[in-house]
T-cell receptor
Framework: GIQVEQSPPDLILQEGANSTLRCNFS?????LQWFHQNPWGQLINLFY???GTKQNGRLSATTVATERYSLLYISSSQTTDSGVYFC???????????FGEGTQLTVNP | ETGVTQSPTHLIKTRGQQVTLRCSSQ?????VSWYQQALGQGPQFIFQ???????GRGNFPPRFSGLQFPNYSSELNVNALELDDSALYLC???????????????FGPGTRLTVL
């Protein structure tokens, strides 16, 4: 099956800093989603982005499908951005999302 | 909020028991998928239901089974519980234009199962 690798595994920032999270995948995909998991376990949709670039406030994402990677940018980070960020992909021959192991982000005041 | 609801929120069971978890999909969605998330890991796909039929299954034993009802709500049943079944169980619904379609997945808040 498809492999999904996220980096870095852990990231600690000061409030106001910018960051880039990376997701590499091993095969062609029909769908790529970025999620933020809050401390209570809820997976919050950030982006549906199988290709191209999208922006939503302080967050933006870029997927380069031909090179099999996606980037999530967080600008002017806030303490409420803390949590685990997951990348998940839907391979072209599949019927499910395959998740990476996540990036644990901690934003300190 | 996604409109996907799950019950119960928390559950404690003992080894060997059986458990049923429930999920109500977002209005208009006909596809429900279930995932298991162990502590510190990413969610793992259990199975998917599309219009009441199982449409894909992950690497889980047969004691994990499910149902989807005509209103597209769903149940996950786990028999003969083991300690390793302790996890957060998440369901996701999607519009499902066709079986296996890569539509946006919307997740519920999860059920946290503890097996003692």
């Amino acid at each position: 099956g498809i492999q999904v690798e996220q980096s870095p595994p852990d990231l600690i920032l000061q409030e106001g800093a910018n960051s880039t999270l990376r997701c590499n995948f091993s095969d062609s995909v029909n769908n790529l989603q970025w999620f933020h998991q809050n401390p209570w376990g809820q997976l919050i949709n950030l982006f549906y982005i199988p290709s191209g670039t999208k922006q939503n406030g302080r967050l933006s994402a870029t997927t380069v499908a031909t090179e099999r990677y996606s980037l999530l940018y967080i600008s002017s980070s806030q303490t409420t951005d803390s949590g685990v960020y997951f990348c998940a992909v839907w391979e072209t021959s599949g019927s499910r999302l395959t998740f990476g192991e996540g990036t644990q982000l901690t934003v300190n005041p | 909020e996604t409109g996907v609801t799950q019950s119960p929120t928390h559950l404690i069971k003992t080894r060997g028991q059986q458990v049923t978890l429930r999920c109500s999909s977002q209005s208009g969605h006909n596809t429900v998928s279930w995932y298991q998330q162990a502590l510190g890991q990413g969610p793992q796909f259990i199975f998917q239901y599309y219009r009441e039929e199982e449409n894909g299954r992950g690497n889980f034993p047969p004691r994990f089974s499910g149902l989807q009802f005509p209103n597209y709500s769903s149940e996950l049943n786990v028999n003969a519980l083991e300690l390793d079944d302790s996890a957060l169980y998440l369901c996701a619904s999607s519009l499902g234009h066709h079986p296996g379609g890569a539509d946006t997945q919307y997740f519920g808040p999860g059920t946290r199962l503890t097996v003692l």
